[in-house]
């Protein structure tokens, strides 16, 4: 049998490299094992909390769709989706928010930041741990690829099978687990702080060359040490430490050197991608085809269990 893999990216903007090696490399590497039954899907309904205009949503979510081919996401071997296009993940997450209490949502971290910024805080934003459980369980998934900042969600979905299952005397969800990779956990932006867009301090994942040169040039470095972290704990990234050693020791103190190395290491990477992705740019017919078929897959997919939450409550 294989293992349920679940996990989604919002369509808020350019991916950056943190979003790439936290998250996004794990569902190319992981679709090709026997091991696991991979489902991607793109978390509009999450990203509408942010993106609240029709075209911008349209047009960010079919760049996510190109993105998450150019990587090398197969339709062949994940089933790679829209999350509006499943109504069941809304439908599950409103049976879910009959049990989950306020001020359990409260303690979430995510929710804690958003309200210290802002103190009209929508509802959707407060809510975002209970979709996402929705997301997570109605797939019967096992793990959950992610980035360190999204451990507590995962906890969340959790936490809300076992109050279902114990709550309704159901065997219905599956307790999933989160997959977060060590080194990659939290990726680090150019000013040292998590790479993140609200922090604009990112290196998107299919910049053109002068746009990587422009972000690596202004990575912040310390003049304390030989080796200035920051420019290092992104190069790793993208070169063995055995490789980096006597890069680092032929340049010692040369911060210029180092940050004109790692934009040829950034581009190199980069460089295939951003061309794949020009290729199939060309052709949205077909991505769009290919989120359908997705759609109709992953349809099929959280139906059985959906029915089985409704019959669990009594609607059925
Ligand atoms: P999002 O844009 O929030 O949908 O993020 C997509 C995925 O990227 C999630 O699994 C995040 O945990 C992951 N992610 C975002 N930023 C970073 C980062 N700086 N380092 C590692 N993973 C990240």
């Known amino acids: 049998m294989k293992k349920i893999l679940l996990s989604g990216v ?13 998250a996004m490399k794990q569902f190319v590497d992981l679709q090709a094992s026997e091991k696991y039954d991979c ?12 993106i609240q205009d029709a075209a911008e949503m349209r047009r960010l979510t079919l760049d996510l769709a190109l993105d998450y081919l150019a990587i090398g996401l197969d339709p062949a071997q994940s089933v790679i989706f829209k999350q509006s ?15 989950v209490t ?9 929710y804690k930041d958003a309200e210290a910024k802002d103190k009209e805080l929508n509802v959707g934003t ?6 996402m459980a929705a997301d997570i369980l109605l797939y019967g998934t096992d793990i959950v690829p992610v980035g360190a900042d999204q451990k ?42 998590k790479m993140s867009k609200s922090y604009g301090n990112t290196i998107p994942l299919f910049a053109e060359r002068e746009e ?21 704990a992104i190069h790793k990234l993208f070169r063995t430490e055995a490789d980096l050693k006597p890069l680092y020791e032929a340049n010692k103190g040369k911060y210029k050197a180092l940050k004109e190395a790692l934009i040829e290491d950034v581009d190199a990477f980069v460089k295939p991608l951003r061309e794949r992705r020009a290729i199939l740019a ?11 078929q997705g759609a109709k897959k992953a349809n099929e997919a959280a139906s059985a269990k959906l029915v089985e939450a409704k019959k669990a409550v009594g609607v059925l």
């Open 282 to 292: 060309k052709d949205e017919g077909k991505v769009i085809e290919i989120l359908r």
């Open 152 to 193: 507590q969600h995962v906890e969340y979905a959790r936490d809300i099978a076992l109050k279902f299952n114990h709550t309704f005397k159901s065997e219905a969800f599956k307790l999933p687990e989160d997959m977060i990779m060590k080194d990659v956990a939290t990726v680090p932006g150019t000013d040292g702080r």
């Open 102 to 110: 306020m001020p359990y949502l409260m303690r979430a971290h995510a």
């Open 212 to 232: 990587i040169a422009k972000a690596v040039m202004g990575i912040v470095t310390d003049s304390s040490g030989d080796v200035p972290t920051n420019v290092y």
């Open 10 to 22: 919002k369509p808020t903007g350019r991916p950056h490299i943190g979003n790439y090696f936290g």
């Open 39 to 50: 489902h991607l899907f793109i978390a509009d309904y999450h990203a509408l909390n942010l």
């Open 85 to 99: 296009d499943v109504p069941a993940h809304t439908e599950l997450a409103w049976i879910f928010d009959t049990i």
């Open 126 to 131: 407060f809510n975002y741990p209970v979709l």
